[in-house]
């Protein structure tokens, strides 16, 4: 919901290797449209990363739908990913 910047880059790489390494697939970043609450956290001095949860589809439709595997890859890439950050 907002642009990227140098410092995020950064960040977002991170978190995708990490998802490559639990799912065995390589992933990109990419922009989904809308808005997030993320949002309302967005400041200049602070990196804010939206989007880091389970794989689905038609998102706020009746035909949402969440691939269940995916709950417990994306949750092991991001305790992955915050540990490695946190190092």
Known sequence: PFSATGASKKWV???LE???FEEGRAIEAEKAG???DVNYMSDRRMTVIDGLGA???SMH???EF???PSLKTRAEALARF???ASA
Request: aromatic content about 10%.
């Open 13 to 15: 790489q991170a978190y």
């Open 18 to 20: 990490a998802v490559q």
């Open 34 to 36: 809308g808005a997030g």
């Open 55 to 57: 794989v689905g589809g």
């Open 61 to 63: 439709t009746k035909d």
């Open 66 to 68: 969440i691939y269940l």
């Open 82 to 84: 915050l540990s490695s």
